[in-house]
């Protein structure tokens, strides 16, 4: 066969996890941007909460987009990963739209990478917090 068929995230979910990301934030007492994409990185849902950093707009879409073309979080597993290899860890920086800080989580149904959600706006752990929440309301979804 020449095709294949691919799952993609639906925006009612990117939706979902975008606002579970936001409740959190707001219990953090921050201001978040959200970039929710789906299996091929293409931007599903994005928003920017009231007095989030203007610069997390791009880090919470390169968060995202690093998280899904790799299939893994984006900051401490990435810096696992690369840290012993000087080729890796001075060539990934070089990738478009790649970033390693924390906050970009692939979403993945059963074995399928359907999408991803970054999250910026505050320290990487608390977007990581963030997006975590995100995730978790998937699992709750209907």
């Not at 201001?31 to 299996?39: K, T």
């Not at 919470?60 to 012993?84: C, L, N, Q, S, Y």
């Not at 320290?123 to 929440?133: F, P, S």
């Amino acid at each position: 066969m020449k095709t294949q068929s691919l799952l993609s995230i639906s925006l009612e979910a990117a939706m979902c996890a975008a606002g579970a990301a936001q409740r959190r934030a707001a219990e953090l007492e921050m201001a978040i941007a959200v970039s929710v994409v789906d299996h091929s990185g293409v931007s599903k849902l994005f928003c920017r909460m009231d007095g989030a950093p203007l610069v997390a707009s791009e880090a919470a879409w390169k968060k995202a987009r690093t998280a899904v073309g790799f299939g893994m979080p984006t900051g401490a597993a990435w810096h696992e990963f690369i840290k012993d290899d000087p080729i890796l860890n001075a060539g990934a920086h070089e990738l478009q739209d790649f970033i390693l800080l924390g906050g970009g989580l692939p979403i993945y149904v059963g074995e399928s990478l359907v999408g991803a959600i970054g999250v910026a706006g505050g320290h990487y752990l608390k977007d990581e917090e963030c997006a975590k929440a995100g995730l978790a309301a998937l699992d709750v979804m209907p």
